[in-house]
């Protein structure tokens, strides 16, 4: 059984904005671990939709520029590969479509693991 560790949204944010030294220091050495491949990590589909809440409203960064800076961490090696396919397609088609992060994500988990989805969201036409 691989070990496996859960990322929580506050680790992905110090990572990215080093306003917290410590928790910088930790998050680093963490993330640079999963980027490696040396330590398995799964980031829950909650977590992705936090982060861009955040960053957006919070941080105010642009869209496409979330996108990729998520895109990278979650390409990163020791991302758990079914997590990080759903995560990046999410990703694409948030930053493709002008829908919501949440309907990006049913529809990518719906296509990666061709699963049926039912919404009554008129966003989710956008995908056909």
């Not at 930790?26 to 829950?44: S, W």
């Amino acid at each position: 059984m691989i070990n496996t560790t859960v990322i929580d949204t506050n680790v992905i944010l110090r990572y990215l904005f080093n306003d917290h030294e410590a928790h910088f220091e930790v998050a680093k050495t963490f993330m640079l671990e999963v980027k490696a491949g040396n330590q398995f990590a799964y980031i829950p589909d909650s977590v992705l939709a936090e982060c861009i809440f955040v960053l957006l409203k919070v941080y105010k960064i642009p869209k496409s520029d979330i996108c990729e800076k998520l895109a990278k961490i979650c390409a990163y090696t020791g991302i758990i590969e079914s997590n990080r396919e759903i995560l990046l397609l999410s990703l694409t088609l948030f930053s493709k479509h002008n829908v919501d992060i949440v309907d990006a994500i049913v529809h990518a988990t719906a296509q990666c693991q061709n699963w049926d989805k039912i919404s009554f969201d008129n966003d989710m036409k956008k995908f056909i």
